[in-house]
DNA sequence: TTTTTTATGTGCGTTACCCCGCATAAGGGT
DNA sequence: ACCCTTATGCGGGGTAACGCACATAAAAAA
C-alpha cells in the first residue's frame, strides 16, 4: 500500500559529523568506510567487548542498552544520523558496560578503530566534533536518569517517541510496546495504559509494532521538561556541526 | 576528643590525574595552579552558566548534580582525588546541564580554562588522562542511571555509601539524611528507613548529620551490581593512571 | 483458508514510595 | 544552663508501578 521508494544508498556525508569535516580530512578517511546495514534489533556492540570499529550513522536509530543482571534494562541514550556508536575508542576505555541495539532499522559507515584513532590523535576537527558529540551524549545521560527517577512512565514515553522522532525521515515507527518497555525500563503493561492514553487523546495510533504520531506539538505540550533540554543541548552541536559544513555562519537558528 | 591533626596543605599530586602526569608536563602547568578550599555545600560550577577553571581535587568529594524545574534533584556522579571538576571545558560544551557540589569538605587546585585547553590541545599525557577519567564518569553515570529505575532506595544507598567512603580517609561521612536524599534522588524518609535498617543490622551507626560505617564487607555483601561495576570501571582507569606514575608496571592489582 | 505465533488489553492483589503533618530529640550558640 | 534551630522518627492515606495470569486480536505461516 504504501509507495516503495527504491532506496538509494545514503552517502557517507549524510552522517552530520562527516558533513563537517573538511574535504580533505573526509578524503583521508573515506577510503576506509564500510558500507553497512543495520537491521532491526542488531547490535554494535556487546557490553564489556572490545570494540574494533566506529559507526557513523547514516540512517535509523541506534539505542545505548544497559542490561542488568537480573536481565532488568534502561535505555541510556539514542543516536541517529548525527552521532556514531563506538566513542570509547577514542575515549581510551577499549569497550563499555552498555549494548548498542538497533531501535530502527538504517545503515552506517563503519571505520577500522585504528584509522579513527589515528584521526583522532591528529587533533584537528575530527576530535572537536567527536567530543562534542559526546558532551551532547551526556546530557542525554543525565537527562535520562533525571526523567528514570521522577517521571510516570506517560511522560517518559511522549520524550521517547519525540526523541525517535527527531531521528526519522516519518513519523511513523516500527516497535513493538514490549520493546519500548525495554528501553524504558517498566512493565510492558505500563507502556500500554501510557500508550492507550495518548491514542484516547489523539496523539498517536497505533496497531501491532507500529505507532504513528498524529499531532506531534500536542505531544510536545504534554512532555516533561527533559526533552526540550536534551533537544536544545543537541541542536547546540547540531548548528555547530552545520555552521561548519556551510563554511558560512549561515542562518543562526537559535 | 578525636586527635586533631594539623593538616598540611595536600600537594596537587595527591590528585590522581596529576601524579600521572610527567614532571615536564606537569611542569608546565603547576605555575598556574590556585589552591582552593572546597567547603562543604559550595558549588563548583552552576548549571547553565560558562566554567571558566577546571578542579583537580585532592581531597574531599563533588556531587555531580541535576536539579530539575521542580526542585527535584539527582545525583549524576561523583568524584574525589581521582578526577577533577569542569570536563565540559575540553570536551567543547563551554557549560553543563548539572551543577557540581561540594559533598564533602575538601580542596583542590583550580586551573584556568585557556591553560587547561592548551595542554588538552597538546595531546599529550593530559589528553589521554582527562578521557580516560571522562570515560569512567559515563560509566558511572549510566549505572546511576540504572540503579534508579531498578533498585530499591536500600540499595541505593549502600551503593552511594560505598562510592562515598572510597573517596575518604575515614570511615565516616559528615552528612545529614536529607542531603543524602536529594542525592538519591528520594525522600527523606525513605533514607530515614533504609539507614534505620541498616543500622538496626549493625552495618552502620549515625547521629545527626554523621554517618559511621561499621561493617564494610557487610555492605558490599548488601549492596547491588551497580556498586561493582563502577568501581571494576573506576579501578580500571586508577590503575592505569597508578602504572604511569611509578613508571614501572607495578604489582598489578586486579 | 486455517493454524500458529506474537502483540496487545485487562484485571487484581501487592509493594515501594510519595506527600503531609507532627512529635521528639540532638546539637550549637549565647 | 538555657533556648532554638535543625535533624530525625513515625504514622496514615494515597498512588504509580509491579508481578502475574489470562483473554483477545492481529499478523504471519501453514
Given at each position: 500500500m504504501t509507495t516503495k521508494v527504491s532506496a538509494a544508498?545514503?552517502?557517507?556525508?549524510?552522517n552530520h559529523l562527516l558533513a563537517a569535516l573538511s574535504d580533505t580530512d573526509f578524503e583521508r578517511l573515506s577510503p576506509h568506510f564500510d558500507y553497512v546495514d543495520m537491521p532491526l534489533g542488531s547490535s554494535l556492540s556487546e557490553s564489556g567487548s572490545r570494540m574494533d570499529h566506529v559507526y557513523f550513522i547514516t540512517d535509523g536509530i541506534v539505542s545505548l542498552l544497559y542490561v542488568m543482571e537480573n536481565g532488568a534494562s534502561a535505555e541510556i541514550a539514542v543516536t541517529g544520523n548525527e552521532g556514531i556508536v563506538g566513542i570509547s575508542l577514542f575515549m581510551g576505555?577499549?569497550?563499555?558496560?552498555s549494548r548498542a541495539i538497533v531501535q530502527s532499522e538504517g545503515h552506517a559507515y563503519r571505520l577500522p578503530a585504528r584509522f579513527l584513532r589515528a584521526e583522532f590523535e591528529r587533533g584537528g576537527e575530527l576530535q572537536h566534533l567527536l567530543l562534542r558529540f559526546t558532551q551532547a551524549l551526556i546530557t542525554q545521560m543525565s537527562q535520562t536518569a533525571v526523567c528514570n527517577r521522577h517521571h510516570e512512565v506517560e511522560l517518559q514515553l511522549c520524550r521517547w517517541l519525540l526523541l525517535s522522532l527527531d531521528r526519522l525521515p516519518t513519523n511513523e515507527l516500527h516497535m513493538t510496546q514490549e520493546l519500548i518497555a525495554n528501553m524504558l525500563g517498566v512493565r510492558r503493561e505500563g507502556v500500554t495504559e501510557a500508550a492507550g492514553r495518548l491514542q484516547e487523546a489523539g496523539l498517536i495510533e497505533y496497531r501491532r509494532g507500529h505507532i504513528k504520531v498524529l499531532d506531534r506539538p500536542a505531544l510536545e505540550k504534554r512532555v516533561c521538561e527533559c526533552y526540550a533540554v536534551v533537544k536544545k543541548e543537541s541542536d547546540r552541536l547540531l548548528n555547530y556541526v552545520a555552521s561548519k559544513s556551510t563554511g558560512a555562519s549561515g542562518s543562526h537558528v537559535r
Open positions: 544508498r545514503p552517502p557517507p556525508r549524510t576505555g577499549e569497550s563499555t558496560t
